[in-house]
């Protein structure tokens, strides 16, 4: 059985002053070219403040047939309309998670470790997420992850991984190789010398190589 292509996981950058005014920016960043889905991750926000920024940013995605997921708020990401939900290891529960998500999407981090990226696959997690693979300014990464994990899961299980952290253009190839199914990026995108949507082709022409 062929593998799909691996694909874009965008997530947001951590601190959106005014997501009303950053709108055009998020807007022509999504038209750049093809995103599997979007991560909303703004840490630091009051819940009134998160849920009027969802409410800004959750629609053009979706609207463009990209999937939606709020970074650790299971209970929110249901109440917003969002397509999912990313927790981490300090969220909370995978049980609990996927009790107030439903049928919607749940993905978990399991940093460079196989036995919680087997444990989350078996209690039916969507994803797994992997890393940091590199450096990143994005947070504070506290594990450290080979491309050799991709290559371990790939092929045994068919949970989607997703390789995060310091994910930018000139680093990416070994990662798809590997069998990463999505790469999440962020400041690679953000951060990118060309503007976000120049880094969301520049991306997008790497996962078209032959």
Not at 88 to 100: L, N, S, V
Not at 166 to 175: A, E, K, M, S
Request: glycine share 10%.
């Amino acid at each position: 059985m062929s593998k799909e292509p691996c694909r874009l996981y965008l997530i947001t950058p951590p601190v959106i002053e005014n997501p009303y005014q950053w709108l055009p920016v998020w807007e022509q960043t999504l038209d750049a070219g093809d995103i599997a889905c979007a991560q909303i991750r703004l840490k630091g926000l009051d819940d009134d403040a998160l849920c009027r920024a969802i409410d800004v940013l959750r629609p053009p995605a979706q609207k463009r047939g990209i999937a939606v997921l709020l970074n650790d708020r299971a209970d929110l990401a249901f109440e917003t309309g969002c397509d999912g939900v990313h927790i981490g290891q300090e969220d909370g529960t995978f049980e609990a998670a996927r009790k107030m998500i439903g049928d919607g999407i749940v993905g978990v981090t399991c940093h460079d470790s196989r036995h919680l990226a087997m444990e989350a696959g078996e209690k039916g997690a969507d994803y797994v997420a992997f890393g940091a693979f590199f450096p990143t300014d994005t947070k504070e990464a506290k594990f450290h992850a080979e491309a050799e994990l991709l290559e371990w899961w790939s092929p045994l299980f068919t949970v989607p991984s997703v390789a995060i952290g310091g994910i930018t253009v000139d680093n990416c190839r070994p990662l798809i190789r590997a069998g990463a199914d999505f790469l999440a990026v962020s400041g690679g995108v953000w951060n990118h010398a060309e503007g976000p949507d120049a880094a969301i082709k520049a991306f997008n022409k790497v996962l078209t190589e032959k």
